[in-house]
């Protein structure tokens, strides 16, 4: 009897002491989804909208030729709303939308209305799709997205995005670029 005493505490010892390392050990991607989106430039598009995904893929081939260190990618989701929470949790900063879609984002029409306010901005227009992006995106990231994306302006049918569509403004970084400014990047901080 006192042996089962003995095994039956001593397997509840271990159990608990065992706990903290089981929880440390357990599937949480965040951490490495974390790093993964800081190093990687990921354009949004769905599988819903395969005209927007065959545009995804035509303009990221161009940032990664024109832009190598931006390790460009498209990444996809099921449906349209599944960008829009990304967004808005801005756990991506960009995303190809349709002109019909980004209106609905940006005014959170349905099926977007849960994600109301979705400040986007935009970095290319393409006369039907839009690439665009969050307001917290750094000025000369957009910059040099734009940059890079307008060097093959012909290739890709881009066009001015004027003073922006359907409420929505033009990225500080885009309007920089069609302004003719050249920016300088920002100075890198030196560790002490």
Not at 23 to 32: E, G, L, N, Q, V
Not at 105 to 118: A, D, Q, R, S
Not at 148 to 173: C, N, S, T, W, Y
Request: net charge positive.
């Amino acid at each position: 009897m006192q042996r089962r005493s003995f095994n039956s505490r001593l397997t509840l010892a271990l159990a608990a002491a065992m706990f903290p390392l089981a929880k440390a050990m357990a599937h949480t991607p965040y951490r490495f989804w974390d790093v993964f989106r800081k190093r990687n430039m990921q354009i949004m598009t769905s599988h819903a909208d395969y005209t927007g995904d065959e545009i995804g893929d035509a303009w990221v081939a161009v940032l990664r030729e024109n832009l190598p260190l931006s390790r460009a990618m498209v990444s996809r989701t099921h449906d349209m709303p599944r960008i829009a929470s990304l967004l808005k949790t801005d756990q991506v900063k960009s995303a190809v939308l349709s002109y019909q879609h980004a209106r609905l984002m940006f005014t959170g029409e349905p099926p977007f209305e849960e994600f109301v306010p979705l400040q986007l901005e935009i970095l290319a227009d393409n006369g039907k799709y839009l690439l665009v992006t969050l307001p917290n995106l750094p000025l000369y990231h957009g910059y040099l997205v734009t940059t890079a994306l307008m060097e093959a302006a012909d290739k890709l049918q881009l066009i001015d995005p004027g003073k922006g569509r359907f409420g929505m403004a033009v990225h500080a970084g885009a309007q920089a670029y069609f302004r003719g400014e050249k920016l300088e990047p920002p100075p890198i901080p030196v560790e002490k």
